[in-house]
């Protein structure tokens, strides 16, 4: 798979040289380039934004750097991002869904967005997601690439050492899916005062998959009633 990211603060990308997604990179296993949207201005100001039609607020950014930047980028076969707070959500199915793949292109809007034509225009040409990663106000969308990226390569063949760790994930589909982790333990077995739960020490690998399942059905509920149906053991279900 090949990643191609558009920003005007391509440093904010150099974490994507750092532990996995890095390594990923080193390794082959995914290509990504990082592109400075100001190489594609023609001014002396090397400018990307102007003041918005309608008047408002902050300033929105020039389809022209955005087109002259993208036709080379982009192809038939692209699947064009644009992490937007007015996105539909980014979540896990979104992320197998991508991984799958060969090339995005993730285009990291600043100020109050980039004009809208040219997500009109690109949808001619290529498939075209807006997506947003949660409910909170960014800066840009290049936090948001580096959420997508991550979560992304993750999944592709190869990168996790340990298949299990992906399968078994939080949100991944499968034995614990819709389902939060519980918590989890490593030695010693009594740290200030707190024992680990003697079930993992049984060696009781039923007992031990029945109790984890629990574990996460009772986090998911106090955590994440959203992922959850109503409790039917709550008082206030009860009679
Ligand atoms: C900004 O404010 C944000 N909330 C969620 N997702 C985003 C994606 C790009 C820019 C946001």
Request: glycine share 10%; proline share 8%; charged share 25%.
């Amino acid at each position: 798979m090949r990643i191609d990211i558009v920003t005007i603060f391509p440093d904010y990308l150099a974490p994507l040289e750092l532990s996995l997604v890095g390594k990923a990179r080193s390794e082959g296993l995914i290509e990504i380039g990082v592109h400075d949207l100001r190489d594609a201005a023609t001014d002396r100001h090397r400018s990307v934004d102007d003041e918005p039609y309608g008047g408002g607020p902050g300033m929105v950014m020039s389809p022209q750097p955005w087109g002259d930047l993208l036709d080379p980028l982009v192809t038939d076969s692209t699947l064009l991002v644009v992490p937007s707070p007015s996105g539909r959500r980014f979540d896990q199915v979104t992320a197998q869904d991508w991984s799958q793949r060969e090339h995005l292109v993730i285009a990291c809007g600043r100020y109050e967005g980039i004009d809208s034509r040219v997500m009109a225009h690109y949808a001619q040409r290529c498939e075209v997601a807006e997506v947003g990663i949660g409910d909170y106000v960014l800066a840009g969308g290049e936090v948001a690439a580096l959420v997508i990226v991550e979560a992304v390569t993750r999944l592709l063949p190869g990168v996790v050492g340990n298949a299990r760790s992906v399968i078994e994930d939080s949100f991944a589909p499968g034995e614990m899916e819709g389902l939060v982790e519980g918590p989890v333990f490593t030695r010693p077995p009594v740290w200030r005062d707190q024992a680990v739960p003697e079930v993992l020490l049984s060696g009781n690998h039923a007992e031990i998959a029945r109790w984890r399942h629990e574990q996460a059905l009772a986090r998911t509920q106090r955590m994440r009633p959203d992922l959850v149906g109503p409790d039917v053991n709550a008082p206030e279900a009860q009679e």
